[in-house]
């Protein structure tokens, strides 16, 4: 069985954090989503990949969510967080999910050998 991936995990924490905050009004909640979820990645970057890179990982998740609140300021909150997303799920990708022989792209049809 393959991996889960944590890119999208890690992206979608950022999203999913902000739109509950931004829909529900409660910062606190939406931080609990962020929590959540990046607590889940974490945890798998450690057993895959030990506690560096896990630690590399958190940190700059923690520098991603500092970064939209200041990119936030000049070009607007939804894409000050799709950006910070999209940039943890690039260096998620290739810090750890690459190397955990998670899927590289899309499914190829292999004929049976014989």
């Given at each position: 069985m393959r991996p889960i991936p944590?890119?999208?995990?890690?992206?979608?924490?950022?999203?999913a954090g902000y739109a509950v905050a931004?829909?529900?009004g409660s910062r606190p909640?939406?931080?609990?989503?962020?929590?959540?979820?990046g607590g889940c990645c974490i945890g798998m970057w450690n057993r895959r990949h030990g506690v560096r890179t896990a630690a590399r990982l958190?940190?700059?998740g923690?520098?991603?969510?500092?970064?939209?609140?200041v990119l936030a300021l000049a070009i607007g909150a939804w894409p000050a967080v799709l950006l910070v997303s999209?940039?943890?799920a690039l260096l998620a990708w290739t810090q750890a999910?690459?190397?955990?022989?998670?899927p590289a792209g899309p499914l190829a049809f292999r004929p049976p050998t014989r």
């Open positions: 944590t890119a999208p995990i890690a992206a979608g924490s950022l999203i931004a829909g529900t909640l939406g931080g609990l989503v962020l929590l959540i979820g958190a940190s700059a923690l520098a991603a969510f500092i970064l939209s609140h999209a940039a943890m999910d690459s190397r955990s022989g998670a």
